[in-house]
């Protein structure tokens, strides 16, 4: 499967701890994103990379999210001080070089569930 | 600002009879439309774009949708339902022409086919 990959399927942790999750995208994509979805509501964007640099992030990603694309290959999302409101579907895409979207601009993968109790 | 509206949670449809999941959009500047299709605990799979040219656009599983900048909405549309269309459908709307960046989702519609 060349698809994206997303680790783990489903993480059920305390309020107060701390999460990581990670994303292999499509080897050859040089952007990767993340997106948040809560139960009834589309994604919501996260942030993005290029290749290693992280070039844009929402508002929505307090201080307590840093995500990471340390080699431009896999990236990591970590959630310090978990809160209730963090459970949700945390989404990984990723998108090839600009002369290649034509055909799918976002590739998804099947997203980490996090539930905090 | 840009936004989408799926005015419908939920649509049933019977197999075989056409079906149409409704989408307006309202962005500034040249619109740029997508449908996004997502199954129980999965990722969502992209089915069809509009950027420009024709109004109605083909996508992946026979799906289609329509264009039409004076309502400014873009509704999924397929001929006959088949069981295993039953899913979440996402309308989204983009500023940027590829579609990766800026892209905003609506709230989704749940469409059930009914055998």
């Known amino acids: 499967d060349t698809g994206v990959s997303q680790d783990p399927r489903h993480k059920i942790t305390k309020r107060g701890q701390n999460v990581t999750f990670r994303c292999d995208p499509i080897?050859?994509?040089?952007?990767l994103y993340w997106y948040r979805q809560t139960l009834g509501q589309g994604p919501e964007f996260l942030t993005y990379f290029q290749n290693e640099a992280q070039l844009e992030k929402s508002r929505l990603l307090s201080d307590r999210f840093s995500a990471e694309r340390p080699k431009g290959s896999f990236s990591t999302l970590e959630i310090q001080r978990t809160e209730q409101g963090d459970s949700a579907m945390y989404l990984c895409?990723?998108?090839?070089?600009?002369?290649?979207?034509?055909?799918?601009?976002?590739?998804f993968g099947n997203g980490t569930r996090l539930t905090v109790t | 600002a840009q936004s989408v509206a799926q005015p419908e949670d939920q649509v049933n449809v019977a197999e075989g009879n056409p079906l149409t999941v409704k989408c307006t959009y309202s962005?500034?500047?040249?619109?740029?439309l997508f449908w996004y299709v997502q199954y129980p605990n999965r990722g969502l799979q992209f089915l069809l774009k509009y950027i420009t040219g024709d109004n109605l656009v083909k996508g992946s599983y026979g799906f289609e949708a329509e264009f039409n900048k004076s309502q400014t909405s873009f509704h999924l549309k397929k001929p006959s339902a088949l069981v295993s269309d039953s899913a979440l459908y996402f309308c989204?709307?983009?500023?940027?022409?590829?579609?990766?960046?800026?892209?905003?989702f609506g709230t989704g519609t749940r469409l059930t086919v009914i055998p």
């Open positions: 895409a990723s998108s090839p070089p600009i002369s290649d979207r034509r055909d799918s601009p976002l590739h």
């Open positions: 962005v500034s500047g040249n619109p740029y």
């Open positions: 989204a709307v983009s500023t940027d022409q590829t579609g990766a960046n800026n892209l905003f």
């Open positions: 080897s050859e994509h040089n952007r």
